[in-house]
């Protein structure tokens, strides 16, 4: 079994497709969430041991203990996926400080405070791997996103300040910025197959490349950064978004 890695939000959409798809190359993977059921549906898809923890990232601080006891007699932890997050899409004027805590904490916050936690391991072993999922709009912003673009802006300028700290101790760090990725944390995703497709081939129209994407597209890039594939590359901002915004 090659190495144990974290992933966050593994209970659904593109975090349980990246939990997939490292366990399917022979890494233990702890699957993160809050919802047990979901985690154990990704769970019998995975082809590898897996382990299941679910907390809700806003109570992280109550689970530090826990999370360092899980990681013991499993293989070294050497890999941490940052993917948990929500998206709430609302105009400046009608974006309450609640909405803008909400997103702070579970899209900035977890991340710092779990990297906080796992980054001594990483520097014990000489070697670790972040990777960051960001979004195409913390690069691009769009109108109704404004905390939202902003925070995933600022997990951006983490990443490249992480890596610049980590490079010393050859820890990697890499954000990956997903453009419309097909998951539940659109509206469109459960909708009858005619309406759904109406809504995404318009959204499309965006794009350099006239599809919007799979969880898998972002899976791969994930794993490409994760892993010792990309052993020369830190501090990489990688769009995987179909050329979103620049058509
Ligand atoms: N889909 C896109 O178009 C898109 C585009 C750009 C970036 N992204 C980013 O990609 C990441 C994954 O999104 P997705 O599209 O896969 O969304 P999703 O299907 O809604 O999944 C979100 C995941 O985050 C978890 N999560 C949310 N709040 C949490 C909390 N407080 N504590 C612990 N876990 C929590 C969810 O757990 P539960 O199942 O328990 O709710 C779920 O596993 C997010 O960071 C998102 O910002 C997505």
Redesign the pocket.
């Known amino acids: 079994m090659k190495s144990s890695v974290i992933v966050?939000?593994?209970?659904?959409?593109?975090?349980?497709?990246i939990a997939r798809e490292f366990s399917k190359n022979g890494h233990f993977v702890f699957l993160?969430?809050?919802?047990q059921k979901?985690?154990q549906l990704v769970q019998k898809t995975c082809l590898n041991e897996t382990e299941i923890f679910?907390?809700?990232?806003?109570?992280l601080k109550d689970f530090k203990t826990t999370i360092l006891n899980l990681l013991e007699n499993r293989p070294p932890l050497e890999i941490l996926v940052?993917?948990?997050?929500?998206?709430k899409q609302s105009r400046f004027e009608m974006t309450s400080t609640e909405i803008w805590n909400?997103q702070f904490?579970?899209?900035l916050l977890?991340p710092v405070e779990l990297t906080q936690l796992i980054w001594p391991l990483f520097i014990k072993n000489k070697k670790g791997s972040v990777v960051n999922?960001?979004?195409?709009?913390g690069i691009k912003p769009a109108p109704g996103t404004s905390a939202?673009s902003a925070i995933?802006a600022a997990l951006n300028n983490l990443t490249i300040t992480l890596a610049q700290e980590g490079g010393a101790h050859n820890i990697r760090v890499n954000a990956v910025?997903?453009?419309?990725?097909?998951?539940?944390?659109?509206t469109f995703?459960n909708l009858k197959p005619d309406e759904k497709s109406k809504i995404t081939t318009e959204l499309a129209t965006l794009q350099m490349l006239p599809r919007?994407?799979q969880?898998s597209d972002?899976a791969q890039a994930t794993y490409f950064l994760g892993s010792d594939q990309s052993a020369w590359t830190t501090g990489a901002i990688l769009s995987v978004?179909g050329g979103i915004g620049q058509k």
């Open positions: 966050t939000g593994a209970s659904s959409g593109i975090g349980a497709e993160f969430g809050r919802d979901k985690l679910a907390f809700d990232l806003k109570d940052n993917n948990a997050g929500i998206y909400e904490q579970v899209n977890a999922i960001s979004s195409t709009l939202y995933k910025c997903p453009g419309i990725v097909d998951t539940p944390i659109h995703h919007i994407g969880p972002i978004d």
